[in-house]
Nanobody
């Protein structure tokens, strides 16, 4: 099992920045990739960004390209999401997720989420 704990959410004005962190523990050697998802009130969970655990290959949702950056620190088993130029539409609960090396087709582990609120 892998446990994921997010932190760094909060209230910020439009145009501001936040950095989310996700600390992984447990069987971290089994992690294949990690990602961030967002879920706004009344909406489905959406993909934001992902990074492969070994090669550091990244991909982003079109809505965040150029504004958000995902990165990882393998030594600390932590993935980050730097969010710049935040917009009110970015308001959501942000979840960290991890894929297993032996089952990379979908995300197997999820954190509890951290709230991001962007005021206009």
């Amino acid at each position: 099992q892998v446990q994921l704990v997010e932190s760094g959410g909060g209230l910020v004005q439009a145009g501001g920045s936040l950095r989310l962190s996700c600390a992984a523990s447990g069987r971290t050697f089994s992690i294949y990739a990690m990602g961030w998802f967002s879920q706004a009130p009344g909406k489905e969970r959406e993909f934001v960004a992902a990074i492969s655990w070994r090669g550091g290959v990244t991909n982003y949702a079109d809505s965040v390209k150029g504004r958000f950056t995902i990165s990882r620190d393998n030594a600390e088993n932590t993935v980050y999401l730097q969010m710049n130029s935040l917009e009110p539409e970015d308001t959501a609960v942000y979840y960290c997720a991890a894929k297993r090396t032996d089952y990379p087709q979908q995300y197997s582990y999820w954190g509890q989420g951290t709230q991001v609120t962007v005021s206009s």
